[in-house]
């Protein structure tokens, strides 16, 4: 009897801690979110990719932040608004919030409703989100795929990047260089928020210098070999970057 006893409360310890583990975890994920970078090539619908698709998951919202261009959003549509709801920053006058100040709205904020019913509008649990905003230089028509999700999303905030932050278009020779380079510094970025690469390691600057060669023009392999970076370091960021794309899908 005494055994059973003692056997019972290792099962009941043992289960507590399994419990508590997962609890720990749980809550862990629950505060993994973070902020994805999105380059307004990509968003803008310029690239070869497709263009971005945002989850959206009950109780959690999704910012689009254009501040990092300096872009004031001038008009916003949703194609199917029995989906969501979405809010701004400033003034905006499509949303009823006008403009007596110069409070621009800058971030985008969507959620997710329960369905309603617009008898005008066909039944479907997707929509087309269209940004149109307004830079220093010039105007830009941002689009995004909306849908509703289930599983507790992996970001909280998309920031759109201007394109010279990323690589300088011009200077590149083809689409497929364009496409690879900015997977490439996509990916660079990508190790370095997930700690995959030390920020004390003498590779970064070597990956660097790496991507200004791109930049210029050089061949991915001839400057890969010219500043010690494998190719198999290459492929990895690739996929990096293509992979963190993908997780806004």
Known sequence: MKKFLQNTYIVFISTLLTLSSLSIKAVAN??????????????????????????????YGVNISFI????????????????????VDGCLSG???GCEE?????????????????????????????????????????VFRIVPGNATPK???????????????????NTTDTIN??????????ALQQRLISLKSPLIPRVRNFLVSIRAGEQINMAARKNGISLQLVNRLI???????????
């Open 30 to 59: 629950e505060m993994n979110f973070r902020k994805e970078r999105i380059s307004s090539f990509v968003a803008t619908g310029n690239s070869e990719s497709e263009i971005p698709l945002i989850k959206l998951s009950p109780g």
């Open 68 to 87: 990092p261009t300096g872009e004031t959003i001038e008009k916003v549509w949703l194609d199917n608004p029995s989906i969501a709801s979405l809010d």
């Open 95 to 97: 949303l009823g919030k």
């Open 102 to 142: 110069d409070t621009g709205a800058t971030v985008l904020h969507l959620r997710r409703i329960k369905p309603l019913d617009f008898t005008q509008l066909p039944s479907t649990t997707t929509s087309l989100l269209t940004v149109i905003t307004k830079g220093s230089d010039k105007r830009r028509v941002y």
């Open 155 to 173: 970001f909280h905030t998309i920031e759109i990047t201007d394109d010279k932050e990323e690589f300088n278009i011009n200077r590149l020779g």
């Open 181 to 190: 380079l900015l997977l490439l510094n996509r990916g660079f970025l990508v």
């Open 239 to 249: 996929e990096l970057g293509h992979e963190s794309y993908e997780t806004i899908k």
